[in-house]
């Protein structure tokens, strides 16, 4: 098994940043994939960033330039970093990972996005 801490989030003013840390309780660099996804009441839970141990990353169109997604093989922590945040980037935010082909996921975590 795979458990996901997510920290960060909280409240945030448009064209401002938040750094959403995901702690893993395995070493990251045997978690073939993690990442983060998001979800806003009404919507279907959507990718927002994912990145492998290999180095490949993957962005939704919406974030691209905005948000950009690392791993610490040391600290075991994945981060999403969040730039130019947006209205429309308020969300429930969800760590995920892919280990021996099982998807593990975080509770969840909310940022919003208000003047």
């Known amino acids: 098994q795979v458990q996901l801490v997510e920290l960060g989030g909280g409240l945030a003013q448009p064209g401002g940043s938040l750094r959403l840390p995901c702690v893993a309780s395995?070493?990251?660099?045997?978690?073939?994939?993690m990442g983060w996804y998001r979800q806003s009441p009404g919507k279907q839970r959507e990718l927002v960033a994912t990145r492998t141990s290999v180095g490949s990353t993957n962005y939704a169109d919406s974030v691209k330039g905005r948000f950009t997604i690392s791993r610490d093989n040391v600290k075991n922590t994945v981060d999403l970093q969040m730039n130019s945040l947006k209205p429309e980037d308020t969300a429930v935010y969800y760590c995920?990972?892919?280990?021996?082909?099982?998807?593990?996921w975080g509770k969840g975590i909310l940022v919003t996005v208000s003047s």
């Open positions: 395995r070493r990251i660099s045997s978690i073939n994939a």
């Open positions: 995920n990972s892919r280990y021996m082909g099982m998807s593990y």
